[in-house]
């Protein structure tokens, strides 16, 4: 005898409804629990207890570019330039921000790009066959404990925040004064932290603005040259 139409069609709908309130009820879950939410630190702006001395400059992708950016000791920020190549190696107090890119000389050593900090104009550039040689400088170390995220610097934990294990931190330097740590983590933000710990941990800048929002590659604070010695561009 053959099934009833209306009983088949009527037992597909229910069977639609049902994969539709299963899928919700996952996403409800996924959105509630599941979702990577970083750690809430109040924002550097909102709180100007122990602000840095000085400001900092960082590189990041963005609109599948390099662009190069500076902010400043009130939580502010602006973007110097993009659409550049190179790590970010020096940040002086009164002169130019420096990138350089390896290949282009003869030996294949080093390109050093000289931009002006504040016009962003390309200023100077040099190609040279020199090895570079970095400055060592002590960096903070990081890792995890027991459900947190563990900053240390000179066998003193000077950050630990509760977190899920995908929340990670990609950078830390220390401020040329000793006092402040700059860290960049997985949400695309640049915390402040006080070596001291005097001051909690406070957002420089936030993950969602839609220039950061790939995080920072590199930091550095003004006065600061990952180069042993001073390098000089030639000018253009």
Known sequence: MPSDPGIAVNRDVRLLVAAIVIAATVLVAVFTFGVDRPPELAELAADQAALPAVPIAWSSWSDNQQCVFIAETDGSFREVRCGLDGELAVFDSEGPLQLF????????QFTLTSIDRVSGEIIATETTDRDIEYEYRQ???????????VLRYNNAD???????????????????????????????????????????????????????????????????????????????
């Open 158 to 236: 000077v950050w630990r925040v509760k977190s899920r294990e995908s929340y990670v931190v990609f950078a830390a330097r220390v401020s040329p004064d000793g006092a402040h740590i700059v860290v960049t983590d997985s949400a695309g933000r640049i915390i402040l932290v006080t070596v001291s710990g005097a001051e909690p941990a406070r957002i420089w800048v936030t993950g969602d603005t839609t220039r950061n929002r790939f995080g920072a590659n590199q930091v550095l604070w003004e006065g600061e040259s990952i180069l042993k010695e001073p390098q000089v561009a030639r000018q253009r």
């Open 139 to 149: 960096v903070p170390t990081w890792f995890r404990d027991d459900g947190e995220l």
């Open 101 to 108: 890119s390896y290949g282009g000389g003869s030996g294949g």
